[in-house]
């Protein structure tokens, strides 16, 4: 059982910057593949970017470039550095932890654009 906790959202103005964290609790957090979602009004949860336990990444094409997904095994974290921030980008941000079929999810946080 892996429980994750996201943190870091908040209100930012266009063109700002966040970073989201997201800390694991339980061992071997290096072995899981992890993966920040994100989830707009009226809309359906969709994958932002992915690092494997080996390191590689993946990034949707809507944050290629302003987004980048890291993570620091020894602090069983990992982070999601966010720029260039524009109002589309408004959503509650989820972390995943997946291994083979075991899938876990934090609670979120959100991310809001203040006018």
């Known amino acids: 059982q892996v429980q994750l906790v996201e943190s870091g959202g908040g209100l930012v103005q266009p063109g700002g910057s966040l970073r989201l964290s997201c800390v694991a609790s339980g061992s071997r957090f290096g072995i899981y593949s992890m993966g920040w979602y994100r989830q707009a009004p009226g809309k359906q949860r969709e994958p932002v970017a992915s690092?494997?336990?080996?390191?590689?990444?993946n990034y949707a094409d809507s944050v290629k470039d302003r987004f980048t997904v890291s993570r620091d095994n020894a602090k069983n974290t990992v982070y999601l550095q966010m720029n260039s921030l524009n109002p589309e980008d408004t959503a509650v941000y989820y972390c995943?932890?997946?291994?083979?079929?075991?899938?876990?999810w934090g609670r979120g946080t959100q991310v809001t654009f203040s006018s």
């Open positions: 690092i494997t336990s080996g390191g590689g990444t």
């Open positions: 995943n932890a997946r291994l083979d079929i075991l899938s876990y």
